[in-house]
């Protein structure tokens, strides 16, 4: 059976989401990792931070380039795809969009002078120019998602048959819950994207466990992975409690809610049925899910059953987009705390083999989270483009043969996607030692890095 239309124009939204939230999220968090190894390179003298630097600052100038590609991609898409949406909260939104633009010109203006003043400005100008770099970029990334905050919980016009009125900008800009969810989004870049760094020198030191280049780099990557890691379960729980109360529909697809009870269950796995209305092969902590959305092990959560059907987001994805989330979210926080208890006791970064594996086979696991959280969001949202106000099915283009832009941008965005993968490796390689190197630390023993 082919697809709808409307299936693929969600499923081309959703594909260029998807692709532009990894330039996204490294365009937030790589300018940070590049001030640190700046300052470190200053305050020490050393000239692997300084080459890391400017590795970091090559790195995020190809990611920079892409992420605009992505995003341009993304803002004619919302009014090519969802002319419907657009057109009758273009204005309420548009505040935060007008925004998110100036602190995009903001960061690719100081990006140039990041990277081609080095030698040309002064020192402190241009350590200012990477600071204000990583905080164009973390604005950029705040103003979008108020976008998407406004998605979920609508708020500062009054609804008519006939489109908004009454428009507040700035009461639509900060809608209810804006403050935990940009949060959890910022956190989820850094996280995600110390994480890989984490990952790709953890993976040259277990071939070259002599470099100090890369061990100089995973002690910067380390110390925001870390911190990042044990911060995003708090903040996603502040989220999902906001979740519980204001989107409860929501909240019911997450964890597999079809009855409404007291002293309701958390689910740990587990696949959702619609049709017979029950999660098979699921760990059911009692009072669990009760006590983490209200703070009471007797607290009513409402289940998918006292909606209308026609209401309900696809509980199967979300639920499993959602136990992927916190999966993958709780193996770092878990790896973050022995890498820290290693840190206090030993007073240096972890170095030795089995260390490494564990960062090299969670290197990937902060993007797996970012996604996830993500497809839980838009998909719990449906089958609303703004939550009980606009139907996505209402908001999308009569444009029929939708599927030839989808196979296009399909195609164009895996040419990117290697593109940027091999000018990755090359940055990476230009780094790597002649040859294997010799001495103790060359069978992985525990050098470390302070």
């Known amino acids: 059976m082919s697809m709808t239309d409307l299936l693929y124009a969600r499923a081309q939204m959703g594909l260029s989401l998807a692709f532009h939230i990894v330039f996204a999220a490294a365009g937030v968090a790589l300018p940070v990792l590049m001030v640190l190894s700046d300052w470190k390179a200053r305050r020490t003298g050393d000239s692997d931070y300084r080459k890391l630097s400017q590795k970091l600052a090559k790195g995020t100038a190809i990611l920079f380039a892409v992420g605009a590609v992505s995003g341009t991609v993304l803002s004619f898409e919302l009014g090519l795809l969802w002319p419907e949406f657009m057109g009758q909260y273009g204005e309420v939104i548009g505040l935060p969009f007008s925004l998110e633009g100036v602190a995009f010109f903001t960061e690719a203006i100081f990006l140039g002078i990041y990277l081609y003043g080095r030698e040309r400005v002064s020192p402190g100008l241009h350590l200012f120019s990477g600071v204000m770099v990583a905080v164009s970029g973390a604005a950029s990334a705040f103003f979008v998602t108020l976008v998407n905050v406004f998605m979920n919980d609508p708020s500062g016009f009054v609804a008519t048959p006939h489109g908004p009125t009454d428009i507040e900008p700035l009461k639509a800009m900060f809608s209810p819950g804006w403050l935990t969810q940009t949060s959890h989004v910022l956190l989820s870049c850094y996280q995600a994207s110390a994480f890989a760094m984490a990952g790709i020198h953890a993976f040259v030191l277990l071939r070259h466990p002599g470099s100090a280049f890369h061990r ?8 925001l992975a870390c911190v990042t890691a044990l911060l995003q379960p708090v903040v996603g729980d502040l989220s999902a409690k906001h979740v519980a109360k204001a989107q409860p529909v929501k909240l019911a697809a997450m964890e597999g809610q079809f009855e409404t009870e007291r002293g309701a269950p958390l689910r740990v796995g587990g696949f959702p049925d619609v049709e017979t209305r029950t999660v098979s092969h699921a760990l059911d902590i009692p009072n669990g899910l009760s006590i983490l959305a209200f703070g009471d092990p007797d607290a009513e959560v409402k289940g998918l059953n006292e909606f209308p059907r026609d209401t309900w987001p696809p509980v199967a994805k979300v639920h499993m987009a959602f136990q992927v989330m916190v999966g993958t979210g709780s193996a770092m926080a878990l790896l973050a705390l022995v890498t820290l208890g290693y840190r206090w006791r030993r ?90 190197p010799k001495g103790p630390d060359a069978k992985g023993g525990e050098a470390h890095v302070h």
Request: proline residues 8%.
């Open 216 to 223: 100089k780099a995973l002690s910067v990557a380390l110390p």
């Open 347 to 436: 007073k240096a970064w972890p170095s030795g083999r089995k260390m490494m594996w564990a960062w090299l086979v969670s290197g990937p696991l902060g993007l797996v989270a970012l996604e996830a959280g993500w497809l839980v969001t838009e998909w719990g949202r449906q089958p609303w483009i703004v939550r009980g106000v606009m139907r996505t099915a209402d908001a999308v283009t009569p444009v029929p043969h939708l599927a030839a832009p989808f196979w296009t941008f399909t195609v164009v965005y895996l040419f990117l996607g290697v593109v940027v993968v091999a000018l990755l490796k090359r940055q990476v390689a230009d780094t790597l030692p002649d040859r294997e």
